[in-house]
Each structure stands twice: as C-alpha cells, then as structure tokens.
C-alpha cells in the first residue's frame, strides 16, 4: 500500500491549504484514509478520518469547522482542505490506511509539512 501526500507549505495565519494524498485504486476502495499530524516534540494526533458506508466524516476537536476531509474516488486521491489555519496547526500532515473494522492505522505515507505563520 503507497500513500503520497502532497501540498503543504508555508502560509500566513487565517491562510488556507488543501492537501492531497493519492493511492492505489485497491487501496482506495478496500481500506479507510485518514489525516494525522505532528507537531515539533508533540505526538502524532488525529486530525478526520473519511468513513465507509455514508457515515459523516470524524475530526479532531480542535480543526471541526476549519477543516473539511474528502475524496475524489475518480481520481484515487483524498483531501484535507485547511481553512482559518493557526500556527498551532504547524506540523507534518500524513495520510493513513486502515483496514474496515481494524483500529490500527497499518499503512502511513511520508508526510507534508505545513507551516503557519504568526
């Protein structure tokens, strides 16, 4: 299973960013995709997970309302758009694979950094 992601930089606070993460077309429709994030001498947190079967979306407390996760299943490729971005959001972005029903995220890609500015 390959995750890339893509699509972080640099951005002033109240910026916006839309990440990318491309997959496999079997990954894409076997295995749940998510969003994590690390910040510098943090652990790596939650950030939306896309669920299966028409079930909303799930974030993290501190991005619902900023940010929203989607997946374009022509394309084989799930998004994390970032809007009302702060600098507390500053940290390296993955995107993740779990298999349906499993808790643990088995599949990681290599990460995009996002930066906010103060």
């Known amino acids: 299973v390959q995750l890339q992601a893509s699509g972080g930089g640099l951005v002033p606070a109240g910026g916006s960013l839309r990440l990318s993460c491309s997959a496999s077309r079997r990954t894409f429709s076997v295995y749940v995709m998510g969003w994590f994030r690390q910040a510098p001498g943090k652990e790596r947190e939650f950030v939306a997970v896309?669920?299966?079967?028409?079930?909303?979306?799930q974030y993290a407390d501190s991005v619902r309302g900023r940010f929203t996760i989607s997946r374009d299943n022509a394309k084989t490729t799930m998004y994390l758009q970032m809007n009302s971005l702060k600098f507390e959001d500053t940290a390296v972005y993955y995107c993740?694979?779990?298999?349906?029903?499993?808790?643990?995220?088995?599949?990681w890609g290599q990460g995009t950094q996002v930066t906010v500015s103060s």
């Open positions: 993740a694979a779990k298999e349906r029903g499993s808790s643990e995220w088995k599949y």
């Open positions: 896309n669920r299966w079967g028409g079930a909303a979306p």
